[in-house]
Structure formats: C-alpha cells, structure tokens
C-alpha cells in the first residue's frame, strides 16, 4: 500500500514537471522568436555577426555625429562664458575709469570752486583736449589741475593746458 501511494505521488509530481517543462519550452521557443525578429526594421531579423557590417557602420557615423554636436555644443558654451567674462571686465574698467574722471573733476572743483554746469562743461572740454592731443584724461586733468592752481580761469586754464599738451607731443 505504501508503493501504491508512492508511485501515485511520484506519478502526480511527474505530471506537474513535464506541465512545468512544457511551459518552460513554450517561453523558451518565445524568447528564441523575439531574439530572431531583433534588427527589426522592415522585417529584417537577426544575422550572423559580419553580415551587419553596413548597419554597424551606420550605427558608428550616428554616434560620430552625436560627439560632434555634444563637442560643437561644449565649444559654444566655453565662447558664451568667455563673452560673459570679457563683458563683467569691461564693466569693471568702465566703473574704474568713472571713479578716476570724478575724483579728478573734484581735484579740478576745488581749486576751481566752479558751480556744477561749468564743472561739466569744463569736463567736456577736458575730454576734448584729450582726443585733440592724443593724450589719456588722466594727463589731461593732471595738467589742468596744476595750471588751475596758479589762479588762472576757467578758459585760460583750458586754453593753457591744450597749448601745454600740444607742446609736450611736438618735443616728444
């Protein structure tokens, strides 16, 4: 009797093996299905490794040309932020230059005691004085500062430091 229910468990656990083994090649003849069908456009199934060689190239000219934009997009960024660097210095000298033209303007103002339209239109003058003879506005007020200490006017002292410049480019 305990035979009889030994073969009828083993026959049972069988059954349930080969159902597994079924199912089992059933996926498996699946998988192996899919696996042929990959390479997939237009129906093309899978080849031999070499038979693909058009297609692998294909494949590395599409990467190339994927480096090359990712490089053409680096290149950009490292131009913009160089643009962004040289603009930001460029700020910095025109706040550097201003601070310099005002503190020479007040040098200027207080030997002068002008009001402030003269003091502008003395400026003015000053900036001309400085592309007429090819001088920096810094030499310009230099210059202008010292003459306004002897006591000279507004005009003269324009017209002196302008003589003066002139003078100075001739001799060298």
């Known amino acids: 009797v305990a035979t009889e229910k030994l073969r009828a468990e083993l026959e049972i656990i069988t059954k349930k093996a080969e159902a ?3 199912r089992f090649d059933r996926k ?3 998988v192996d299905r899919k696996v042929r069908d990959l390479g997939g456009k237009g129906g093309k199934s899978l080849r031999p490794l070499g038979t693909g060689l058009s ?5 590395a ?15 950009a ?4 932020a160089g643009l962004v660097l040289q603009i930001s210095r460029a700020l910095k000298e025109t706040v550097k230059a201003t601070r310099e033209v005002e503190k020479a303007l007040t040098d200027i103002n207080i030997v002068l005691n002008a009001n402030t339209a003269n003091l502008q239109k003395f400026g003015d003058n000053l900036f001309k004085i400085a592309g007429q003879t090819g001088q920096g506005f810094q030499v310009v007020a230099t210059a202008a500062t010292e003459l306004a200490r002897q006591g000279l006017s507004m005009e003269k002292t324009l017209l002196r ?3 003066a410049l002139i003078l100075t480019r001739l001799t060298g």
């Open 161 to 163: 430091t302008k003589d």
């Open 20 to 22: 597994d083994l079924a």
């Open 77 to 80: 960024f490292g131009a913009s």
């Open 28 to 30: 498996l003849s699946e």
């Open 55 to 59: 297609n692998a190239t294909a494949n």
């Open 61 to 75: 000219s599409e990467f190339e040309k994927s480096m090359a934009a990712a490089n053409a997009r680096v290149i």
